[in-house]
């Protein structure tokens, strides 16, 4: 089935560093996007790209970085810059950039910094 | 700025009740995009409609209804004869018409809804 597949769907870092969660997609969409949320909040826009080697920061970028080597993948780098990191991280993708279309979103990422 | 609230935090109904979850937005666009998505315990978030403001006419799919009015600048969801699987949180979101990507999508924070058996 296509889809969106994220792991690891729990992750436990210690203070000080990085760790990189994975993103893939086998819907053959051009654009993905990286969203955190937060207890009782919305969704807020870590990066975006809407084509490969191409990415854009978005609301919430700082301590955060993206790369676009393949249309399905689009790994998120959190780094240690990132001062507040436990939250639950989502991956989508869209059909294209313009909004006409849907998103369609992975099953999260929680990271839970010790 | 836009913005979108969706005042009730959480909401707990007996099943076979209707339920409605209420948005209201604020935009300065003439032309804009609207929509729901459900978030089950699993953690994905399911697209639900796309309602686009030139188009006031509500909208029935099954047991879910949505009323948008404009003069109100509401986008209201209901939910007949609630069912346990509808328990989850619930997202109203909004984009402009023009360039309305997904870096201009702003969600409100969403209402939890519970339905109990």
């Known amino acids: 089935d296509g889809g969106i597949t994220q792991s690891p769907k729990y992750l436990f870092r210690k203070e000080g560093q990085n760790v990189t969660l994975s993103c893939e997609q086998n819907?053959?969409?051009?654009?993905m996007y990286w969203y955190r949320q937060d207890p009782g909040q919305g969704l807020r826009l870590i990066y975006y790209?809407?084509?490969?080697?191409?990415?854009q920061k978005g609301d919430i970028a700082e301590g955060y970085s993206v790369s676009r080597e393949k249309k399905e993948s689009f790994p998120l780098t959190v780094t240690s810059a990132q001062k507040n990191p436990t939250a639950f991280y989502l991956c989508?993708?869209?059909?294209?950039?313009?909004?006409?279309?849907?998103?369609?979103f992975g099953e999260g990422s929680r990271l839970t910094v010790l | 700025a836009q913005k979108v609230t969706q005042a009730q935090t959480e909401i707990s109904v007996v099943e076979k009740e209707d339920v409605t979850l209420d948005c209201v937005y604020e935009?300065?666009?003439?032309?804009?995009?609207l929509f729901w998505y459900k978030q089950p315990p699993s953690g994905e978030l399911v697209f639900l409609i796309r309602?686009?403001?030139?188009?006031?006419q509500n909208e029935i799919s099954g047991r879910y209804s949505w009323n948008f009015q404009k003069s109100t600048s509401s986008f209201n969801f209901t939910i007949t004869a609630s069912q346990v699987v509808d328990s989850a949180v619930y997202f109203c979101?909004?984009?402009?018409?023009?360039?309305?990507?997904?870096?201009?999508?702003?969600f409100g924070k969403g209402t939890h809804l519970i339905i109990q058996p």
């Open positions: 989508a993708s869209s059909k294209g950039v313009n909004l006409a279309g849907e998103l369609f």
């Open positions: 819907l053959n969409h051009d654009a």
């Open positions: 790209s809407q084509i490969v080697n191409d990415f």
């Open positions: 935009t300065r666009d003439t032309t804009y995009y």
């Open positions: 309602r686009n403001s030139f188009d006031e």
């Open positions: 979101a909004l984009t402009p018409y023009s360039g309305g990507g997904a870096d201009g999508l702003t």
